[in-house]
């Protein structure tokens, strides 16, 4: 069973960065795809950033130039860095998993709270 554990949520100031990690654990999959998603209150789950098992990247238009996915695979983890913060980034980040990119997420991890002050 695939588990995903989100750290690295904090509160931060407008302009500042924040580097969320997410260690997966269980079945390792072939082409799998992880990414990050977030929620923000009274607001839709948003796709953030998704990375294949190629390395290949897409983000939401929100945050490019600003976020950026990666992967470590000796640890098994995906990160998202977050630079210059705004306050319409404050959500609850939730690391995901996909058999394909394109698909909606089949495992979701417990969330990670950032909020960004002005």
């Known amino acids: 069973q695939v588990q995903l554990a989100e750290s690295g949520g904090a509160s931060v100031q407008s302009g500042g960065s924040l580097r969320l990690s997410c260690e997966y654990s269980?079945?390792?999959?072939?082409?799998?795809?992880m990414g990050w998603y977030r929620q923000a209150p009274g607001k839709e789950r948003e796709r953030v950033a998704t990375?294949?098992?190629?390395?290949?990247?897409t983000y939401a238009d929100s945050v490019k130039g600003r976020f950026t996915i990666s992967q470590e695979y000796v640890k098994n983890s995906i990160y998202l860095q977050m630079d210059d913060l705004t306050p319409d980034d404050t959500a609850m980040y939730y690391c995901?998993?996909?058999?394909?990119?394109?698909?909606?997420?089949?495992?979701w991890g417990q969330g990670t709270q950032v909020t960004v002050s002005a």
């Open positions: 269980g079945p390792v999959y072939s082409n799998l795809c």
């Open positions: 990375i294949d098992d190629g390395g290949s990247t």
């Open positions: 995901v998993t996909m058999r394909v990119c394109q698909l909606p997420p089949n495992v």
